[in-house]
Every structure is written in C-alpha cells, then in structure tokens.
C-alpha cells in the first residue's frame, strides 16, 4: 500500500481559494489513480474528483465542475486539489485516496486501497 498525508486545508471566506496537496510514500506512485474526497458533519464521505495514474485522464463531482482542479506530479509523490470560488457548502474533511485496479474513474469509497487522514476546510460566509 502507499501511505498518503494531505496538507493545505484550512479558513477561507467564501470566493477564496485554497489549494491541497496530498504527498504519498511507500510504494510507486504513478501505479495509483488517486481521488479526493470530503465528508462533512453528519454526512457521508463523497467523492470530489480523480486524476489517472498518467495524469491524462480527470474525472470531477458535478458540484465542483468548473471550480476545483486535480493535477499530479508523479517526480514528487503528489497530487494536488485546486479550489477556487469557494463556497460555506465545501466546508468539510477532505481525504485523498489510492486506487490500485481502476477502471478509471472510480468514484465510490469502497475501491480505494489506501487514505489519508484527512485535512480540514472551512468556508465562512
């Protein structure tokens, strides 16, 4: 398995940006499709967007088409989650993820083999 750690979460007012980063070790990086996730108080852990292991392929959650990116640098063990145009509804915990056996995009919690232990945004209003 890889060991994955996110950082970059934190406060932001609404409109803002934030970008996330999620550094992984252990095993080769670039056998991994990776996701990110979050999970708000009280709701379910939902999938926000994926990336394949080239890089050439990028799935997203309809509520953040057109204002998140996913990007990865495969030479620095990294993927990355653009946020912009943040609103109070993205507030939540947001996990990064492996998948090992695709097909991309994989998009439920269940297929993923290894995650974080998540980084915390909050979106004021």
């Known amino acids: 398995q890889v060991q994955l750690v996110e950082s970059g979460g934190g406060l932001v007012q609404a409109g803002g940006s934030l970008r996330l980063s999620c550094a992984a070790s252990?095993?080769?990086?670039?056998?991994?499709?990776m996701g990110w996730f979050r999970q708000a108080p009280g709701k379910e852990r939902e999938f926000v967007a994926a990336?394949?292991?080239?890089?050439?392929?990028?799935y997203y959650a309809n509520s953040v088409k057109g204002r998140f990116a996913i990007s990865r640098d495969n030479a620095k063990n990294t993927v990355y989650l653009q946020m912009n145009s943040l609103k109070p509804e993205d507030t939540a915990v947001y996990y990064c993820?492996?998948?090992?056996?695709?097909?991309?995009?994989?998009?439920?919690?269940?297929?993923?083999?290894?995650w974080g232990q998540g980084t915390q945004v909050t979106v004021s209003s």
């Open positions: 993820a492996a998948d090992r056996h695709g097909p991309f995009p994989v998009t439920g919690t269940v297929e993923y083999d290894s």
């Open positions: 252990g095993r080769t990086f670039s056998w991994y499709d």
């Open positions: 990336i394949s292991w080239s890089g050439g392929g990028t």
